[in-house]
């Protein structure tokens, strides 16, 4: 683990969506009046500042992703990726865009790095910010309540940086196995070098964090929780499991049956058995795909279904779920990482970061402002808001 202070990033579409419906007293169209956009602005800074006081001891650096409309949609259509969210009509999405970008442009003049790239997730975005940190040496929390991003739990063995997962609605931290040993092994301090006295004091920081917030901290393996991920799919993303059928039950009503966790995990297994370890990029080699495709026709019986097109499953499954230079085009991925090696060696002010009232304090949401007045611009620039759209979706939901 780094001697040094961590990089806070930040699921931004993740802060604005559990901002959003935690809100009371709002009208049957969230966001409809200058007043409650208001409200929901001033929230936003509030809930931002708290978690900033939070980790305000261990980290220098604070980070913000921006979802833009996803290359998954354009690469592969025939998957309609996300293709079961459909528009909440019950938020006023001009107001919700026009309020985030004014959030945005209050963090950003306050030293906050802003970044979005056209074609990228948000997810996408902080895969490139934990890649590249970590080959750096700087370690990183990823601050999101999606849990998809546990696959981006990480350890680098070179720069001995890691990256962490956290969860606030959760509670929850997820981190790489020898966090603990890490944590708990006080360096020998040598005054002549201070990185000694700075990684002691971090390490101490870090557990009175876990403590003061009463955090449940999980060290996995993020290559079986990605492999696990692409077996079962992702019915939040419409991305269906490698292998499913439809049958009719003693009722006459169609079911479908998929690969439950209970049945992934019987394919991990035997994967384990046989080759001992798992690594992600073996989702990206055709001689370990077809291995993987084998083992799931062998344990789940999967005779109701052709073998190629199980495998094909398995590889778009891989490149739509999967946070890696493998799956993501060259061309998102040049431009996700030019952008984070501009500012990689930054660090954030948190002078004015700390409370709602000095983050707000030059916009026109700051307390004092009587928000009798319109408050927006005629921006009108297109923004994907797939992320806090509903979700239809067969089948039970299993919580984090």
Not at 186 to 193: H, N
Request: proline share 2%; net charge neutral.
């Amino acid at each position: 683990m780094t001697k040094e202070k961590f990089t806070l990033v930040i699921d931004g579409n993740y802060l604005f969506f559990r901002t959003l419906f935690v809100l009371p007293g709002m009208s049957s169209q969230k966001l409809g009046t200058d007043k409650e956009v208001g409200i929901y602005v001033r929230k936003l800074a509030t809930d931002f500042a708290s978690e900033i006081r939070k980790f305000d001891p261990i980290i220098d650096k604070i980070v913000m992703t921006i979802d833009s409309k996803s290359w998954r949609k354009d690469f592969y259509p025939e998957a309609d990726y996300k293709g079961n969210r459909k528009t909440d009509d019950s938020i006023n999405w001009e107001n919700f865009k026009k309020s985030t970008d004014e959030f945005k442009n209050s963090l950003e003049s306050q030293g906050v790095t802003i970044h979005k790239v056209d074609g990228a997730e948000g997810d996408d975005l902080i895969y490139a910010w934990s890649t590249a940190s970590n080959i750096e040496g700087k370690s990183v929390i990823i601050f999101t309540g999606d849990k998809d991003l546990i696959q981006l739990v990480s350890r680098n063995d070179a720069t001995e940086a890691s990256t962490i997962f956290y969860s606030g609605t959760h509670k929850r931290l997820c981190v790489p196995h020898g966090f603990w040993e890490w944590l708990e092994k006080k360096e020998e301090v040598d005054l002549f070098d201070m990185n000694t006295v700075s990684s002691n004091k971090v390490k101490a920081e870090f557990y009175n964090l876990i403590n003061r917030n009463n955090l449940v901290v999980d060290e996995i393996d993020p290559g079986l929780f990605l492999l696990r991920k692409v077996l079962m799919g992702d019915a939040g993303d419409n991305i269906r499991p490698v292998y499913w059928y439809t049958s009719k039950g003693n009722s006459g009503k169609s079911r479908t049956y998929g690969v439950s966790e209970k049945k992934a995990d019987k394919v991990i297994e035997e994967f384990q058995r046989k080759f001992s370890t798992f690594k992600k990029s073996y989702l990206f080699d055709d001689g370990y795909q077809r291995e993987l495709c084998n083992i799931i026709v062998k344990e789940l019986k999967a005779d109701k279904m052709p073998y190629d097109t199980i495998l094909q499953n398995l590889k778009n499954n891989a490149n739509l779920i999967s946070l890696t230079s493998q799956a993501i085009p060259d061309s998102i991925h040049s431009a996700m990482f030019e952008k984070v090696s501009e500012v990689l060696e930054g660090r954030t002010d948190f002078t004015n970061l700390r409370k709602m009232e000095n983050l707000l304090s030059d916009s026109k949401f700051s307390k004092d402002s009587s928000m009798t007045h319109s408050i927006f611009s005629d921006n009108k620039e297109d923004e994907d808001f797939s992320f806090i759209k509903k979700t239809t979706s067969k089948g039970p939901s299993k919580t984090f």
